[in-house]
């Protein structure tokens, strides 16, 4: 997962395509070959449009998908480097929207869920 702040502190979301719709952060699964920051570029590039550079890592979480599957979730901060969000693939993504902390859309994924709300106070 990646997280994507303007200037305001709003966070970048993206409104799953598929599923159960959920709104999340930025992220996916690591392809073969590639580290967890090089596929947090990617799969931002791919769902937002954005070109991102990946900084620290924010948090790991363990984490269980609606259905009980668990999962490990790393929470990446990134800071845009080019481009405006725009939904490169409508497929899998219906919309690319900033949210305030305060007024987030639901539902949201398990990883949004755990994430968010940390954001409003420093780690």
Not at 32 to 55: D, F, H, K, S, Y
Not at 86 to 115: C, G, N
């Amino acid at each position: 997962m990646v997280i994507i702040r303007d200037r305001t502190g709003r966070v970048l979301l993206v409104h799953q395509n598929y599923g159960l719709r959920l709104f999340g952060l930025p992220g996916g699964k690591v392809e073969p070959g590639e580290t967890m920051a090089q596929a947090a570029v990617r799969e931002v590039a791919e769902e937002t449009g954005l070109i991102v550079t990946v900084g620290d890592r924010y948090s790991v979480d363990d984490l269980v998908y609606p259905g009980g599957a668990r999962f490990r979730a790393h929470a990446f901060v990134a800071t845009t480097v080019e481009g405006a969000p725009t939904v490169p693939d409508r497929v899998e993504i219906s919309s690319v929207e900033w949210y305030d902390l305060e007024k987030l859309p639901t539902p949201l994924t398990p990883s949004a869920s755990a994430i968010l709300p940390r954001l409003r106070t420093p780690q």
